[in-house]
C-alpha cells in the first residue's frame, strides 16, 4: 500500500510540474487531438471495451502532457 502511495505522490508531482510549463491557451489542433480522444474514449465506454478505455486514456494523457515541452517530464510521466 504505502508503494501505492509513493508512485500516485510522484505522479502528481510529476504532472503538476508539466501542466505549470504549459503555455495556455492551447493550440487548436492540440485541443481538437483531445477532443477527439474523448470521443472515442466515450464511444469505448458505451460499447464496454475497456480495453480501447485504457489504451484510449493512455492516449488522452500523452497527448494532453506534450505540450510541456519537456521531453524527460514527457517520458517519466509515460512511464508512471
Known amino acids: 500500500a504505502a508503494e501505492v502511495e509513493e508512485i500516485y505522490e510522484l505522479r ?16 487548436p489542433e492540440h485541443v481538437h487531438a483531445l477532443r477527439a480522444l474523448q470521443d472515442e ?17 493512455d492516449e488522452f494523457h500523452r497527448v494532453f502532457f ?3 515541452g519537456h521531453r524527460h517530464l514527457i517520458e517519466a510521466i509515460a512511464h508512471y
Not at 502528481?12 to 493550440?27: F, I, K, N, T, Y
Not at 474514449?41 to 460499447?47: G, I, K, L, Q, S
Open 12 to 27: 502528481e508531482l510529476l504532472q503538476g510540474r508539466a501542466v505549470d510549463r504549459m503555455s495556455l491557451p492551447s493550440r
Open 41 to 57: 474514449h466515450d464511444n469505448a465506454v458505451e460499447a464496454g471495451d475497456l480495453r480501447r478505455v485504457d489504451q484510449v486514456n
Open 66 to 68: 506534450s505540450t510541456c
